[in-house]
């Protein structure tokens, strides 16, 4: 009978040291080495199976979890609320809930779970509703958790109101409170509610010394720092932070040297600070130095490998490492996706046994700024849990890529949109030309109760400016003036070219002036809309203006000057400034510069020099260019030259109708039919057709797109009647359309 107490004695003891290992192997991340110790058992009890639960739960592998949890022999209460913890843990909120309804039996701690689970998930009105239904006594841990989700939220009065309520208020509830204050970088408030706290610890005065920090103000929290009684680590590594995160990296290492006591905690807190100023020998100097590390020594060390570019040194030392983590392997595989080396971050990728979702987005953008979207999807698809991040990687990638349709099936799928996911696809459609469906989808947003940011109003913007839509850019302006947004440099911008293509140079300029900071941009923005509408000495001006107020033009400033000189034949001034480029300034002209001095000398009927300026250049020729030059020789009717430069252009674009069309009536204008004719039979044979044009109108504040060949219309009929009025009257006074190059058949 002993020996049989003895063995089960034995037996249990086994049971409670591999219980805690599972346990510790968890928390360090370990978890393919707690899955081996988790099979090897041979018996295993309630806490054995909660243990893993716990460990695939806080580790991501949250399906593996629930289906240990459904395999479970018998479940307890503990089993139920680890299973709903895993699941507010990783963010699976329906899931969550399901399973708390079906619980058979519920403890304070159950409902405690449910509420946080809600509240970090931004359900408040969910959560108070739980709160509010919670049979008998609450518990100040319950309170304490509606309290947080108030704060955190910005919902100082309801949190208040609810701490107000409580029938035993303990320090946590204060603190509680106050962090929503600190964290929200509501200071003022933080500091009245501080004061009228009838007791504070050390964790009440820390919470104060980071809400200072938080704000960069770092005198305030060195100030609250000394007034602290008994300063604890975490007292000195907030204050340690603050100075280094501000670049104050003296200061930084001065508190370091200070600290009474330093713990790894202490040590990580200066090797960040060190990194984050890209002192990287100092770092390593400090790492080497450490007593003990901890895997957040490691990975930040990587990381500052990563950030300098020595990625040789960061991969020995993920090599070295004594137990690699995810966080770490991803710190390298980013620094491979910075660099676009996609073969060296996926052999990383390949390695890690479980990679969290941040390791599999990390992957997914390096493939996307690749633009290898193919890999991105494969990926994508394998990904076990995607969040919004991933999805709206997706939707940029494939409208970088010009795959709108796609992009827009990725919008449409997903279950949860936030700005972001809108904002990628309101700047696909810009970036792609669909300014019309830009605007439909910025409406969109609105309607579905989404907030556009600074991002949506300048892309929104730029959808005006492209179509010239007047009365839709002005409402967006009123828009973004009433919804309380500052106008940043980027919206700022966005307003200047909006108004400047709609002609409206005089309100340009006044936003312009308007404006709190410009920067080169918004300079450049200005002197292009004047160049736009023909105010050329405005934009000479005004370059002026911009050098006396310190900043340096770069190449797209000349541009709108030299576009500016063109379109008022001032030759002159045009070629001084040109020349002036690589004279006063470190700036090589590009193709786009020559493009604006060949249409300036074109302009001027000068196109022997113009050609000449072409063969002589220092680069190789581009359609624009070639494009200016034959421009030009229909303005001064030179077919000769134009066939030279129609025949390079044809090399660079030769499905490009225009230049063919154009081709053709510089020969009709000069009466050489059999030019034309051979133009025709040139499209014909590669082709090429007279595509239908489209257009846009603006009708009551709403931009309608129409193409030429329309008949969807309602009142199509008297549309044509109209046009074919006005064709007529034309004929009459002998203008002639050039209808031929319709159709190559």
Known sequence: ??????????????????????????????????????????NRNTVTYNSMISAYAKNGRVVEARRLFDQMPYRNLVSWNTMIAGYSHNGCVAEAAELFDRMPKRDAFSWTLMITCYTRNGELEEARRLFDRMPGEKSSVCYNAMISGY??????????????????????????????????????????????????DVVSWNLMVEGFVRVGDLVSAFECFRRIPNPNVISWVTLLNGYCKSGCIVEGRRIFDQMPEKNVVSWNAMLAGYIRCLQIDEAYQLFMEMPERNSISWTTMIDGYVRVGKLSEASNLLNMMPFKDVVAQTALINGYVQRMKMDEAHHIFREISTPDVVCWNTMISGYVQCGIMDEALELFMRMPKKDVVSWNTMIAGYAQDGQMDKALRFFHEMVKKNRVSWNSVISGFIQNGFYVEALQHFKMMRKEGKDPDWS??????????????????????????????????????????????????LTARQVFDEMVSVDLVSWNSLIAGHALNGYAKAAI???????????????????????????????????????????????????????????????????????????????????????????????????????????????????????????????????????????????????????????????????????????????????????????????NIGHMSDSSLLDCG
């Open 456 to 505: 949506t109003f300048a892309c929104a913007l730029s959808g005006c400016a492209n179509l010239a839509a007047l009365q839709v850019g002005t409402q967006l302006h009123n828009l973004l003036l009433k919804s309380g947004h500052i106008i940043d440099i980027f919206a700022g911008n966005a307003l200047i070219t909006m108004y400047a293509r709609c002609g409206r140079i």
């Open 1 to 42: 009978m002993s020996s049989q107490l003895r063995a089960v004695g034995c037996r249990g003891s086994l049971v409670f040291t591999q219980n805690l290992k599972l346990t510790q192997l968890a928390k360090s991340g370990r978890i393919e080495e707690a899955i081996g110790v988790f099979h090897g058992m041979t």
């Open 151 to 200: 704060a955190k939220s910005r919902r100082s009065e309801d949190a208040i109101e609810l701490l107000d309520s409580m029938p035993c208020k303990d320090l946590v509830s204060w603190n509680t409170v106050l962090s929503g204050y600190t964290q929200n970088g509501e200071m003022g408030m933080g500091s009245k509610f501080f004061d009228r706290m009838p007791e504070k």
């Open 541 to 731: 001006s005004i370059f002026q203006e911009m050098k006396k107020n310190g900043v340096a033009p770069d190449e797209v400033t000349f541009i709108g000057l030299l576009s500016a000189c063109s379109h008022a034949g001032m030759v002159d001034d045009g070629l001084e400034l040109f020349y002036s480029m690589s004279r006063d300034y470190p700036i090589t002209p590009v193709a786009e510069h020559y493009a604006c001095v060949v249409d300036l000398l074109g302009r001027a009927g000068r196109l022997g020099e113009a050609l000449k300026l072409v063969k002589g250049m220092p680069i190789k020729a581009n359609a624009g260019i070639w494009g200016s030059l034959l421009g030009a020789c229909r303005m001064h009717k030179n077919p000769e030259v134009a066939n030279v430069a129609a025949e390079k252009l044809f090399e660079f674009e030769p499905h490009t109708t225009s230049n063919y069309v154009l081709l053709s009536n510089i020969h009709a204008e000069a009466g050489s039919w059999g030019e034309v004719e051979r133009v025709r039979v040139l499209m014909k044979e590669r082709g090429v057709w007279k595509q239908p044009a489209r257009s846009w109108i603006e009708i009551k504040n709403e931009v309608r797109s129409f193409s030429s060949d329309d008949s969807t219309e309602p009142r199509a009929a008297e549309v044509f009647m109209v046009l074919r009025v006005l064709n007529a009257q034309m004929r």
